[in-house]
């Protein structure tokens, strides 16, 4: 019985001695495990803009913005040229069917020349943009038929791809060519919106709405761009003084070097940090599906109040629409 007895006893402390080794091991595996876990594989997403500095504009940040949310991984083709129009993108189209040599586009991956032919078939794409000039962008007549002869190409040689209408942004105020056309800001801006909107509706596309997004912005207390400023002297400037252009979306008056002394110039169209910033927020939820709110990416020289704002501001165009 005693014999017994003992035999137990020394099984019991066994077995606790055993547990004790055991226990600490285990909780470090299951530890291990939870830290080592592999991350879920990003979602790729390919887009090719046609289009001209306006894009670039828009992308210029996109790639960082959609890193910061981490999710996905954005492949961005760029079939664009400065300045391009409609119509020239589909002449150059037209060219290049007939002459290999005509390969206006340079792949930014590869440095290679490529026709849109090319570009159209080099990646399946998911999405590819067009849009109008900006300084035809709310002439609706300017569209047709280079539009329609894009969207079909697009649909032969991308038949994966979503169309998508870019639709670009107003001029600031103080635009000469606001002032040669007798537009206002808005007037531009109300213009377009409706030529951007009746292709959308031809093609069955989605609209990315940056210059919904640069009216809203610009719209909001607080924020209306003072153009021009009453207290500079623009016919005798100072180099370096510029007038005051807090929260412009634009570049606006700048130096620019010319020979030996700057000159003050006025660039009344191209986004700013603040603009391209905007734009790249209204892109990514665009294409994505996820709330620019989402994402924490900011410019350098962009406050985190300005950067909430034009969040926020992102999201709103992408929900309304």
Same mark, same amino acid.
């Given at each position: 019985?005693?014999?017994?007895?003992?035999?137990?006893?020394?099984r019991?402390?066994?077995?606790?001695?055993?547990?004790?080794?055991?226990?600490?091991?285990?909780?470090?595996?299951?530890?291990?495990?939870?830290?080592?876990?592999p991350?879920?594989?990003?979602?790729?997403?390919?887009?090719?803009?046609?289009?001209?500095?306006?894009?670039?504009?828009?992308?210029?940040?996109?790639?960082?913005?959609? *890193?910061?949310?981490?999710?996905?991984?954005?492949?961005?083709?760029?079939?664009?040229?400065?300045?391009?129009?409609?119509e020239?993108?589909?002449?150059?189209?037209? *060219?290049?069917?007939?002459?290999?040599? /005509?390969?206006?586009?340079?792949?930014a991956?590869?440095?290679?020349?490529?026709?849109?032919?090319?570009?159209?078939?080099?990646?399946?794409?998911?999405?590819?943009?067009?849009?109008?000039m900006?300084?035809?962008?709310?002439? $609706?007549? @300017?569209?047709?038929?280079?539009?329609?002869?894009?969207?079909?190409?697009?649909?032969?040689?991308?038949?994966?791809?979503?169309l998508? %209408?870019?639709?670009?942004?107003?001029?600031?105020?103080?635009?000469?060519?606001?002032?040669?056309?007798?537009?206002?800001? *808005?007037?531009?801006?109300?213009?377009?919106?409706?030529?951007?909107?009746?292709?959308?509706?031809?093609?069955?596309?989605?609209i990315? =709405?940056?210059g919904?997004?640069? *009216?809203?912005?610009?719209g909001?207390?607080?924020?209306? /761009?003072?153009? $021009?400023? =009453?207290?500079?002297?623009?016919?005798?400037?100072?180099? $370096?003084?510029?007038?005051?252009?807090?929260?412009?979306?634009?570049?606006?008056?700048?130096?620019?070097?010319?020979?030996?002394?700057?000159?003050?110039?006025?660039?009344?169209?191209?986004?700013?940090?603040?603009?391209?910033?905007?734009?790249?927020?209204?892109?990514?939820?665009?294409? @994505?599906? %996820?709330?620019?709110?989402?994402?924490?990416?900011? $410019?350098?020289?962009?406050?985190?109040?300005?950067?909430?704002?034009?969040?926020?501001?992102?999201?709103? /165009?992408?929900?309304?629409?």
């Open positions: 019985m005693i014999y017994h007895l003992a035999r137990l006893g020394s019991l402390v066994l077995s606790v001695v055993l547990v004790l080794l055991v226990t600490p091991f285990a909780s470090a595996a299951e530890n291990d495990s939870k830290t080592s876990r991350h879920e594989a990003k979602r790729t997403i390919r887009v090719l803009t046609i289009g001209n500095s306006f894009a670039q504009n828009a992308c210029l940040f996109l790639r960082e913005i959609a *890193q910061s949310e981490g999710s996905v991984e954005l492949v961005i083709g760029t079939a664009n040229i400065g300045g391009c129009t409609l020239k993108h589909a002449t150059l189209a037209v *060219q290049s069917a007939s002459d290999s040599e /005509v390969r206006p586009y340079r792949d991956a590869s440095g290679k020349k490529l026709s849109l032919q090319d570009y159209l078939k080099l990646q399946p794409w998911d999405f590819v943009t067009v849009q109008q900006s300084a035809l962008s709310h002439k $609706p007549e @300017t569209y047709h038929p280079h539009i329609d002869q894009l969207a079909a190409l697009v649909e032969q040689l991308a038949p994966t791809a979503q998508l %209408i870019h639709q670009t942004w107003a001029y600031r105020q103080d635009s000469p060519l606001l002032a040669k056309d007798g537009l206002s800001q *808005q007037q531009m801006y109300d213009r377009l919106r409706n030529a951007y909107d009746a292709n959308a509706k031809q093609f069955d596309a989605r990315l =709405p940056v919904t997004a640069f *009216q809203m912005a610009r909001t207390a607080g924020r209306t /761009v003072v153009a $021009p400023d =009453p207290n500079f002297d623009y016919e005798n400037p100072e180099y $370096p003084n510029l007038p005051n252009q807090d929260h412009s979306l634009v570049i606006g008056w700048h130096w620019r070097k010319q020979g030996d002394k700057p000159r003050l110039a006025l660039d009344f169209k191209h986004g700013n940090s603040h603009g391209c910033f905007l734009a790249g927020l209204v892109w990514f939820e665009s294409l @994505t599906g %996820i709330a620019a709110t989402q994402t924490t990416f900011a $410019p350098k020289g962009i406050s985190d109040e300005d950067a909430a704002f034009y969040r926020h501001i992102a999201h709103s /165009v992408c929900t309304d629409r």
